[in-house]
């Protein structure tokens, strides 16, 4: 017959066991309140909040049940063990097409922590997707949390191809949202992993920039700030240090042994090329940029040039050969291959007089300024304003010889 299992197979049936793994009920009538009072007659001190989770549940306060839980699945007690997971099974998913996309993402992802097969999670957030999709945020989350899983797993091209269709579907939210901070962590650890420095630098600040300082553990914060500094210096077309400058994080260096990444990034800032010659008894001793000597002193000698376009007044922004050469420390017969370095990557912009031996500025790179700069910028200001008041005085003073 048709329903009939060969001996051998019912052989193989009795003998097989039941998957410790997690598997999702499907189609079943699961006892809730069953439960649910399971687990306050265990609970200890957790007892109020299965009671409190029990009498919303009953009155179908469904946002209100939500909000209990997005704090209770965060309790410490849920570090180990698989209490989330039959937490999920049991109650959850009874109700969960009631509960908002996201604040279901946000609850899924502690679930998945508990579970030890990469696999039977990657499956479970598949899932959740799929019941989530009338939220983009939600289907963000959802797919920041498999690219991180993918990440912890070795599979670098998914996680590239997911890192790329995120990014894109993160252009069509308004602003920055919850779900920002968690793909910029996502994508500044893969761009870690491969060495690109210069995405690194750039999502590592943006995630940053999402969260708040101190939600940051703190034994992270000299890592991370350590991380972003040897980045910053070591990426390609990474000419923009004042937003990590005056960033908290990298206050964590100071007065420990890494004080001299916070000098190094300030010469950088400033294009300061003696003082960078000066701190390399302390950088030198950093593997990755002693490798990268060269390219270090070719990036701080176009920092060079920005900050001497940037401090002349704007009626005066010719430069001499001379004056580069001595200030940038390159040979004079190398200065114009720097001026012409600096205008290909859109540094500044203006030409150069090979007969005289001038480079006339028009233009400068817009950057975040640290406070000496800008305090430099308010002194050019206060210069102009003089400016314009004695022009207007002279105006005033002879406007009658003028009109007549």
């Not at 630098?201 to 000299?222: M, N, S, T, W």
């Not at 240090?241 to 950088?268: N, Y």
């Not at 002193?297 to 001595?326: D, G, V, W, Y």
Request: proline letters at 4%; one cysteine or more; a negative charge.
């Amino acid at each position: 017959m048709g329903d009939t299992v060969p001996g051998n197979g019912r052989a193989a049936l009795k003998q097989r066991k039941p998957s410790p793994r997690f598997t999702e009920t499907v189609g079943t009538m699961r006892d809730v309140s069953g439960f649910l009072q399971q687990q306050q007659s265990g609970a200890g001190e957790l007892g109020p909040d299965w009671q409190q989770m029990e009498e919303l549940y009953n009155k179908k306060l469904w946002h209100q049940l939500t909000v209990r839980l997005q704090n209770f699945v965060q309790n410490p007690c849920f570090a180990t063990g698989d209490g989330l997971i039959k937490l999920y099974e049991n109650f959850i998913s009874e109700f969960e097409h009631r509960i908002n996309p996201l604040s279901l993402v946000e609850i899924v992802l502690h679930v998945v922590r508990q579970m030890t097969d990469p696999n039977v999670a990657l499956t479970f957030l598949e899932k959740t997707k799929e019941k989530v999709k009338s939220s983009d945020e939600a289907v963000i989350l959802c797919k920041t949390a498999i690219g991180a899983l993918k990440l912890n797993v070795g599979d670098l091209p998914v996680t590239k191809k997911t890192i790329e269709e995120v990014d894109e579907m993160l252009t069509n939210l308004p602003g920055v949202t919850s779900v920002h901070g968690r793909f910029y962590d996502l994508s500044s650890k893969y761009y870690q992993i491969v060495g690109n420095h210069a995405s690194y630098y750039k999502d590592a600040l943006r995630f940053l920039g999402c969260i708040d300082i101190k939600d940051l553990p703190v034994a992270e914060h000299q890592e991370r700030a350590f991380t972003l500094g040897l980045a910053g210096l070591l990426g390609e077309d990474v000419y923009n240090f004042g937003e990590l400058l005056m960033h908290p994080v990298l206050e964590s260096l100071r007065t420990t042994d890494k004080q001299w990444l916070i000098d190094t990034l300030h010469a950088f800032n400033s294009g300061n090329v003696e003082k960078f010659q000066a701190l390399k008894a302390s950088w030198g001793q950093q593997p990755d940029l002693r490798a990268n000597e060269l390219r270090l002193m070719q990036k701080i000698q176009l920092l060079c040039l920005m900050e001497m376009t940037f401090t002349r007044p704007a009626n005066h922004r010719q430069l001499t050969f001379k004056e580069i050469s001595q200030i940038a420390k390159v040979p004079i017969s190398e200065v114009e291959l720097l001026v012409m370095k600096a205008l290909s990557v859109g540094l500044v912009k203006g030409s150069i007089d090979e007969v005289d031996e001038r480079v006339h500025m028009t233009w400068v790179q817009p950057r975040v300024l640290d406070l000496q700069q800008i305090k430099g910028m308010k002194d050019r200001l206060d210069y102009w304003c003089e400016d314009v008041k004695n022009v207007a005085l002279l105006v005033e003073h002879q406007a009658q010889d003028i009109l007549t």
